[in-house]
């Protein structure tokens, strides 16, 4: 077994020494300073030598948490707007805290303090950040250096040993059934009438409803193909397919979408022919904006700011635009349908995910006794 020496440097500092595996070649000498009283620093030399001779050992390194993790952001397999995410988290919410650590020198206690400072203070001009917000940091962090670890940069998680902050399960938003009509009522004519009547009786994603064409429109069918999504990212947009196998999927319409989408796209032939543009094409998007051009994809983000705009310029029920694919999830759930019929009509990617989003619902309908309804009943009003 290898060995090694403890060597004073002063009051609670020591030099740990010692030799590394030579397999018969030159000798290499490693040291390691470390503070603590001597009995600790007799353990650490203890567990370095044990990691050597499990042939876990790793070279120490100068690389502080800032460094590494810029650098992992950038060359990470990750999509657009993950990365986006993560390096906004990074350079936010680790950098100031912990950029300066030395990444192998991270501890699960010192994990566990970043955590009670963001909570305090952690956001911008020193206001509380969310247990929400600080678990995505969490994650960020945990994933990078589950990545250290795989290329034996780091021996441990140390963001693996410890649990980001309890959240609490807050309800999600909907629209009241009986507000429904009244909605869509006042969506006539509206530029985003379609949409929102789209998006209520479909259930679909905010980003899938904007990436659909027409072929995947079937009128007479009474049906929606969702096959991709428009993401958003700071580079632009860019259509991508859905993350698991469930998010590819057909939906059928109820007659008060299938009425709305046949009154849009005969307003969208309309427009192309008064725009010079000639009869609208096989492919073209179902939701589009005219750019001076050409028509164009809506930015996701622009949809949800006008929707915010008509919700209160319609004096409609102060939801977003998200809340209508809840309020789908919801009649859904209280027409009976069973919770693998939801999780596949909502593309979810598991049932697992179905339940936690709407376990109050699921619980609030084996109380009620009421009669089931339709979607397209609910629609109606």
């Known amino acids: 077994m290898s060995r090694g020496t403890i060597i004073s440097r002063g009051e609670e500092s020591w030099r740990l020494k010692f030799d590394l595996p030579n397999d018969g070649g030159p000798r290499k000498t490693r040291y390691v300073t470390f503070r603590g009283t001597k ?7 203890t567990r370095l030598l044990s990691q050597m001779d499990g042939g876990t050992f790793i070279e120490p390194s100068k690389l502080t948490v800032t460094a590494y993790l810029r650098k992992w952001v950038e060359g990470a397999d990750i999509e657009p707007k993950t990365r986006e995410r993560y390096s906004q988290l990074i350079e936010q919410q680790v950098v100031p805290h912990l950029g300066a650590i ?37 994650r960020c962090l945990r994933t990078a250096l589950q990545a250290a670890v795989a290329v034996e940069t780091l021996v441990r998680n140390s963001a693996a040993a410890i649990r980001p902050p309890k959240i609490e399960e807050v309800e999600v938003e909907i629209l009241d059934a009986a507000a429904v009509p009244t ?22 994603r905010r980003r899938e409803l ?46 008060t979408a299938v009425t709305a989408l046949r009154e849009h796209k005969v307003r969208q032939m309309r427009l192309h022919m008064q725009l010079g543009l000639g009869k609208l094409e096989d492919d073209a998007l179902v939701f589009s904006r005219f750019d001076g051009k050409a028509f164009v994809p809506i930015e996701p983000n622009n949809l ?43 593309g979810h990617g598991s049932v697992t995910t179905t339940l936690k989003t709407y376990a109050h619902l699921f619980a609030k309908r084996q109380k009620d006794e009421a009669a089931a309804v339709s979607i397209d009943a609910i629609m109606r009003g």
């Open 39 to 45: 009995g600790a620093a007799q353990k650490e030399l």
């Open 102 to 138: 030395l990444l192998q020198r991270l501890r699960p206690e010192t994990i566990k303090e970043w955590h009670k400072t963001l909570l305090a203070k952690g956001g911008k001009d020193g206001a509380p950040l969310s247990p929400r917000t600080v678990g995505h940091a969490h």
């Open 183 to 204: 909605v869509l009522e006042k969506l006539k004519g509206h530029a985003l009438e379609a949409i929102g009547t789209t998006a209520l009786a479909s259930g679909a």
């Open 210 to 255: 904007l990436a659909v064409s027409w072929p995947c429109i079937d009128l007479d069918g009474a049906s929606i193909r969702i096959e991709r999504s428009l993401e958003q990212t700071k580079d632009g947009l860019r259509f991508k397919s859905p993350k698991t196998k469930n998010g590819t999927r057909t939906i059928s319409l109820p007659a």
């Open 304 to 346: 949800s700011r006008d929707w915010t705009r008509a919700v209160k310029a319609l004096r409609l029920p102060k939801v977003s635009f998200h809340a209508l694919r809840h309020t789908h999830a919801s009649a859904l759930i209280g027409a009976g349908l069973d919770v693998v019929a939801v999780s596949k009509r909502l």
